[in-house]
């Protein structure tokens, strides 16, 4: 069984499951467990923020983030293929009374700040009031350049924004540039990390920011139904999966390269090598069977996103083997036709 969907599927190793059993806990929302006090502490410190804040999810934490910048009536500015503004829902407009302003991402991921700049509201009563700039890192599975990163803090504050990333993938970005973390986040006022995804977590995302602003989110968590108490069963998987599965993301990569690299090899594919970055590949089917594919290899124990384009996705469950035979299945599929 290998499970190319995403890696948010990642099974909790023993190791992990060892801490988990034994973690010490108390009622987190009397801030009272320990481990999730300790998991909290060491992103902050390890990062180099003020306070960390953990959350039951990337959505939440997103939420979190945008709802603790951003009053009612006010607006963000986001990508058009953004996490935080396609797939949570709505939630910032939802719940937190806040609108999103798409712009179109450019193709590196990034976001024209130009374009930006000509989105952002001018203070009239007709305009809802532009308060925040969020964006992403990996973005589609790619790595918002360095040089860019650069470019944003003498922006936002020219336009008086405060500037948030999703980082659901941030280690990803970290290992793929090989930079410093902390040269990669300084520019944002606050940032996400999912535990879940490749850092093999069962459960948890964290928010990073100020002292302040981290004591609003964790108001607006309460009220969000997000107080949880003993959560140090969770944490200590989250702690385990950010001392030791970051470095070990360059394999994921590397397996993601290797796939893209076989995918491109196969006729009636179009995959594109040097597109991919990180843990994330793309591929189009030239005769779009996409869905016939998936089933054909889910009854051989593989699972893969179908659509257009198709999406794979490397993580700690899947190595090279599983790589060569997910290969090996997709050209079986073909000659069959
Ligand atoms: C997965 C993901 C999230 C949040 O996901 P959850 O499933 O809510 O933990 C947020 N942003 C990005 C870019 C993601 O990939």
Known sequence: M??????????PSEAMRKLMAQAEVGD???GDDPTVNRLQDYAAERMGTEAALYCSSGTQANLLA????CQRGDEYICGQQAHNYKYEGGGAAVLGSVQPQPIENSSDGSLDLAKVAAAIKADDFHFAQ?????????????????????SLRPFVEQHKLSLHLDGARLFNAVVKSGEDERQVI??????????????GAP?????????ELIARATRIRKMLGGGMRQAGIIAAAGLYALENNVARLADD???ALLLAEQLASIEELDCDPSAVQTNIVYAQCRKGQSAALAGALAEQGILMSAGSPMRFVTHLNV???????????????????
């Open 186 to 199: 300084a520019p944002f006022d606050s940032f996400t990390i999912c535990l879940s995804k490749g850092l």
């Open 130 to 150: 532009t308060r925040l700039l969020s964006l992403e890192n990996t973005i589609g599975g790619k790595v918002l350049p360095q040089a860019y990163l650069a």
């Open 28 to 30: 987190d929302v009397y």
């Open 2 to 11: 290998s499970d190319f969907r995403s890696d948010t599927v990642t099974q």
């Open 253 to 255: 990569h590397a397996n």
């Open 203 to 211: 459960v948890g995302s964290l928010l990073l920011g100020s002292e």
């Open 66 to 69: 945008i709802m603790a910048h």
């Open 319 to 337: 190595n090279e083997q599983d790589v060569q035979q997910l290969v090996a299945a997709i050209k079986q599929f073909y000659r069959g036709r």
